[in-house]
């Protein structure tokens, strides 16, 4: 959730980390700062509350010089936002520290270093950190032998990366259940939180496993170490995707942009899956099709946005694959007891890979009796797909608006593929797995048709420059996509929106309904139809104002109190997918209207990377 920079250069490193932390302002934040070994060899620091904008004016009137340095954008965990509780952390005026993540016993490690004679300064877990290392580097002054002795005192999550005055030149970082990648300059090193951070210095990078350490030092070297402490090398991959993709381009905002991508990004992540009438069962893996073919049961653990595809999935998987799907929170998941029906697929999805919650369920679930893991990711070198027995990567490229678009329609195409997958090494009529393919070949296109309706839904979204609810309703597969409608909605244009199963209206959400409760619906062309529209029937009997997005093969009349949006018409098993896009361009437009910060809403964070 935080966000961390580190550079060692043969030239002044502010620009370079000043520029990391821009890329980084996705991932949400409430303070930024850096720390700098200046060319006397002395510990220099700048920080600011707010967004990175207030720690450039600061370091417009006061410059930071020199080649070693690291930085953090700050999304407060222990401690409200304040300049003392920002990083870099300090252990008197020779060590900096920066952290991600949460600090578990950080009360019993303050004690015993104020006992110690330490002062504190903040709020923050993070500082236990950096006195712990200056204790330990007294003793030994060298930082990485001091980093692993102080590690092995924490518990908790972490991404970190310090710097010591007395040696200069040196950055050492390590990572636990936070991501931390290495960017490969020339006669250069870098660290950062992801690669974005690093794409203006560096398109090469090594991914740190859990429980790494690594040292950078002078001509770009880079030393890392396993868990055990031993000495490994770790390959480098090359970043797939451009410098712009870290660009908004002609866009007013990422958001937009991301949702206006989701066309390329869904034939990107079909593209060499699917064969002559049929999925490619190889693309999940060489050994996919006997595992499969065990398959009795299949567990979903995902949170947010990806919770809502995986809901979707259930609908698929039964209906096609034949096989019973559970769908569960990953934050609940993981601290229940779980009992695991035999020969059980765990799947997991995520967009970044290094959900806490989900990287933890995972974890649990290799020691539970699953018969093998599945992960749908975007990150190709993230925790979850490197941990995961099978992966199918989403191919969305980078996304940075905090409220996930291209990430969830990818999410729901790879979880389509998987489906047909499954449903082919489970016997589905061929007929059927050949119609649903060419569907699929066929979404991009009939994704780019309604997004050419953004105009009309920019008009519609003037209805709710002024309201304070909303109610979305669905029926079968459409009510996850309700469910996902209205957390687009609260999330960026802070409006407190529900989503219900539209039968469930006459079982309490009724009551709520009036001339200021928009209901809006989404109506594709299936067999749930005449039930959703005698649902809808009951809002308009009680003054409620309806805003349908309905196939256009259905017959839905305007009229005073209704607004209709006709959507082409998509296979329906697809529509799910399809009926996504204008609750997206929606949500999207009536947070402009509303004045908020569409990319980056407030106490909102793009990487849930703690609990």
């Known amino acids: 959730m935080c966000g961390i920079v580190g550079a060692l250069a043969q030239r002044n490193v502010e620009a370079i980390l000043l520029e990391g932390l821009k ?9 930024a700062g850096m720390a700098i070994q200046s060319p006397e060899g002395e510990l220099q620091r700048r920080r600011a509350i707010g967004k990175v904008a207030a720690l450039e004016q600061r370091l417009a009137a006061e410059p930071l010089t020199g080649r070693c340095g690291i930085a953090h954008t700050r999304w407060a965990t222990h401690g409200r936002p304040s300049e003392a509780n920002a990083h870099p952390h300090l252990s008197g005026e020779r060590l900096a520290v920066v952290h991600n ?7 019993a490690l303050c004690r015993e270093l104020r006992d110690a004679g330490y002062v504190f300064t903040s709020q923050t877990d993070t500082e236990v950190v950096a006195h712990l290392l200056a204790r330990e580097f007294d003793g030994s002054g060298d930082l990485l032998s001091s980093l692993r002795r102080a590690l092995a005192r924490l518990d908790g999550a972490y991404a970190l990366a310090a710097v010591h005055a007395d040696e200069p030149g040196v950055i ?12 490969v300059g020339i006669d250069e090193a870098f660290l950062g939180s992801d690669p974005l951070a690093l794409l203006q210095v560096t398109d090469r990078f090594i ?86 073919g065990k398959v009795k049961q299949i567990h979903i653990v995902a949170c947010g946005t990806s919770y809502h595809a995986g809901m979707v999935a259930r609908y698929w998987l039964e209906r096609f694959a034949g096989v019973p799907v559970q769908v569960e929170v990953a934050s609940e998941y993981r601290y229940r007891h779980v009992v695991v029906p035999e020969d059980s697929l765990f799947v997991t999805l995520s967009q970044s890979g290094e959900t806490a919650d989900t990287l933890a369920a995972l974890r649990f679930a290799r020691q539970s009796g699953y018969l093998a893991s599945l992960s749908i990711c975007n990150v190709p070198g993230s925790s979850l797909v490197r941990e995961s027995d099978l992966t199918l990567m989403t191919r969305a490229g980078p996304e940075i608006g905090v409220a996930s678009t291209k990430a969830f329609t ?75 409608g209205a957390l687009k909605l609260k999330e960026i244009s802070y409006i407190h929106a529900e989503a219900y199963p539209a039968g469930e209206l006459k079982h309490g959400p009724l ?13 594709p062309d299936d067999d749930l139809l005449d039930k959703l529209k005698s649902n809808l029937q009951e809002v308009r009997a009680r003054g409620g104002e309806l805003f349908v997005f309905a196939d256009e093969e259905v017959s839905f009349e ?54």
């Open 410 to 484: 990818t999410q729901l195409t790879a979880l389509m593929l998987f489906t047909l997958a499954l449903g082919r090494v489970k016997g589905l009529d061929e007929a059927i797995q050949a119609e649903l393919v060419a569907a699929l070949r066929g979404l991009p296109a009939v994704a780019e048709r309604v997004l050419a309706l953004d105009p009309r839904i920019e008009e519609v979204s003037t209805a709710f420059a002024e309201k304070h609810h909303a109610l979305f309703l669905g029926r079968g597969t459409h009510f996850p996509i309700a469910l996902e």
């Open 172 to 183: 050492v970082g390590a990572r636990k259940g936070s991501p931390l990648v290495v960017g």
């Open 511 to 523: 009551a709520l309904v009036d001339s200021e409760m928009p209901v809006i619906s989404v109506a």
């Open 101 to 107: 993540g949460i600090i578990e016993n950080h009360e």
């Open 558 to 611: 305007e009229e005073e109190g209704t607004r209709v949006l006709c959507l082409p018409h998509v296979h329906e098993a697809l529509a799910p997918i399809l009926f996504t896009l204008p609750l997206q361009l929606l949500s999207y437009h009536v947070a402009v209207l509303k004045g908020t910060d569409v990319d980056q809403p407030r106490n909102l964070a793009k990487s849930v990377t703690v609990e």
């Open 207 to 292: 991914y740190l496993a859990e429980g790494d350490l690594v040292r950078l030092s002078g001509a770009g070297r880079i030393e890392v170490f396993d868990a055990r402490g031993d000495a490994i090398e770790r390959e480098v991959q090359v970043f797939e995707h451009g410098d712009g993709a870290a660009s908004k381009g002609d866009y007013r905002h990422f958001m937009l942009k991301e949702i206006f991508e989701q066309p390329a990004v869904i034939a990107a992540t079909l593209e060499g899956r699917l064969g002559d009438g049929k999925v490619l069962v190889e693309s999940f893996g060489p050994d996919a099709e006997a595992l499969f």
């Open 23 to 31: 890329r980084l302002e996705y991932r949400g934040y409430d303070s």
